[in-house]
DNA sequence: CGAGGCCTTGACCGCGGTCAATGCCCGTGG
DNA sequence: CCACGGGCATTGACCGCGGTCAAGGCCTCG
């Protein structure tokens, strides 16, 4: 139950089994249904979850118009990230797309592993270095490239979500509509 | 010389006397001229910066087009954060709009204050989470948001900006051309 | 006074949006 | 087993935002 979570970790910083007796308690597994929410907007996220097998989405909506910020699948953390760092009420919904197990840990424990382990200080660091990277990516692809690059862009990087997100939220990512990415993909599919 | 840097830090953690007067050695004053570069795409971006005044831009090309990422001044820490946290060459070039003053600190330097001072995680985590947070809205605002309305939003936001920050520079804040700032602009001054 | 930067304005264009019609897949019930 | 209905993808007609190219005005500075 917990295998997944120590490979994942070990990438960033080494636990003794001491530490790792200590800090895995704090982690409850969890279990969601397909198409149930995990989060929903207006609750304050309290929970960081690894997730050990599943597909979720993570997405906004502004004026009736849905936006996906990412997909996160077996081997991360996610969250509603921003509610969770500020503790304040999400604008985000997190939600199943697949049956899926997950490790959930509260930000109360997390603070108090960051004092008992200070060393989590620098794991979660890297984590928010990370994300921070790939936001990035994405606003420099917003802001540099057509929304048919970034759809190629996401078919070479993502293959393995491309057959498990329904085309409708692939399309929300890309910050276009259903209707665009349909275009879109009869245009590829006329130029092979 | 960093008396704005304590301060600065105070809102984060809290350090003693002694702690300080191993940390703030780390840290050598830097003066450049305006227009001139501290940071080329190409280099690798080995130093953060805490400015004490002046102003910059941190902006990448592509295909011949720029894109701001951020303008920082007084009392913010700022550097080309995606070089300085791989230590990889930088896409991103750091330019002074104005003559400034800064303090530097060598990467080298920082992972030996969080040897020494594990706290300093915590704070630079809070910083991050901040970088972050900011791209977050940066991002929604470009999928959610038409040319006009960022616009707005950024007078609103940056009102000590926009007096000094050439009008072309703006707008690739924005990306969009100059030419789309200008009309933009004479739109809303005919509506008052 | 001339040169170069920057901002503005006009004419035109193309990407992606909206609205609506049609097609396709699949689950459910008669 | 077939008929129907709902959800999703596709396609067409049309539109508007922001891009490009080019011309003109205004500053500053030598």
Redesign the pocket.
Known sequence: MYDQLQIFTADYISLSSAEWGDILPYFKLVNIAKSDFLIREGQTSSDIYFINSGLFRIFYLKDG?ETSRYFASENEFATTLTSFLTQQPSFENMQALENSSLLKLHFDSLQLIYKRHPVWESFFRQLLQEAYLGMAKRIESFITK???E?YSDFIKLNPHLLQRV???YI?TYL????????????QISKTH
Chains 1, 2 share one sequence.
């Open positions: 118009i057509s929304a048919e970034r329904p085309q409708q399309a910050g276009i509509t259903p209707v665009s990415l349909s275009r879109i993909r009869g």
